[in-house]
């Protein structure tokens, strides 16, 4: 069996000296889309944080695409960053620059140096979350469910091993979240990994997936029950 692309063993979850989650305990293979979910302030975000490098693990193990949380350097988080797609609730597009070239400046960042190339993968993106056309837009010409397919297309310049979604939906109405959803159903069946963290139960009834949960400071998996 291959090796887990995210494995958290007895791991504790800190904000600065206060303690967040305990005795965690998560595998995700690759290929899974798992659910994170909780009430509000259960740990969540955090809990993302730490697996994207902005909270450091202190205490428990974790490996996450071959990166040890525990031993993370300051240097290494680029380069952690760069096998992770991270999409946010609010988007983070910049917004003084079209959409083009929001994903040219993440290329650049992240090495790329080929003009042709650079051009090929924006619009291989672009066509996978359907908007191809948009690339000339500025974020605000675009509606929330549009930029959010633009996030996730940004968060698939690299070829991510696995992608972190923070309530990628929480910003949308009802149908614009089921559109964004579709396009991460998509790109999972296409063999992305995905974890996402949301609290929209409709979605998870919608697209059943494997499920875990925060609570009372520790994270579970829980079983759907069918109809
Ligand atoms: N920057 C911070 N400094 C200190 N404590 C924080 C910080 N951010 C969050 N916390 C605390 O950590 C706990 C978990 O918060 P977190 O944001 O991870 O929860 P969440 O489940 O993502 O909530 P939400 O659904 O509202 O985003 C909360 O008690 C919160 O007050």
């Not at 290329?107 to 190339?117: F, I, Q, Y």
């Not at 650079?118 to 930029?147: A, I, N």
């Not at 309530?167 to 009802?174: C, I, R, S, V």
């Amino acid at each position: 069996m291959s090796k887990p692309i995210l494995q958290l063993k007895d791991a504790s979850i800190f904000q600065g000296d206060s303690l967040v989650l305990s005795n965690v305990n998560v595998k995700i293979n690759k290929g899974d889309f798992v659910y994170l979910i909780g009430k509000t302030g259960t740990g969540k975000s955090s809990f993302m944080k730490t697996l994207y490098g902005d909270l450091p693990l202190i205490k428990g193990e974790g490996h996450i695409v071959d990166f040890d949380l525990k031993n993370l350097k300051e240097k290494d988080i680029p380069f952690l960053r760069r096998k992770l797609g991270v999409v946010f609730q609010d988007f983070k597009l910049l917004t003084d620059r079209t959409i083009n070239d929001n994903l040219l400046f993440v290329l650049k960042a992240t090495g790329w140096k080929d003009k042709k190339e650079m051009s090929t993968r924006v619009e291989e993106v672009l066509t996978k979350v359907d908007m191809k056309t948009k690339g000339f837009k500025y974020p605000h010409e675009l509606s929330g469910g549009e930029q959010q397919r633009i996030a996730i297309a940004r968060a698939l310049l690299n070829n991510p091993e696995l992608i972190l979604a923070d309530e990628p939906t929480g910003n949308l109405d009802p149908q614009t979240s089921v559109e964004v959803m579709e396009v991460l159903q998509d790109i999972n069946k296409n063999g992305n990994t995905i974890l996402m963290a949301t609290h929209d139960y409709a979605l998870l009834l919608k697209y059943p997936s494997k499920t875990l949960k925060c609570d009372e400071n520790e994270v579970y998996e829980v079983v759907q029950r069918k109809g």
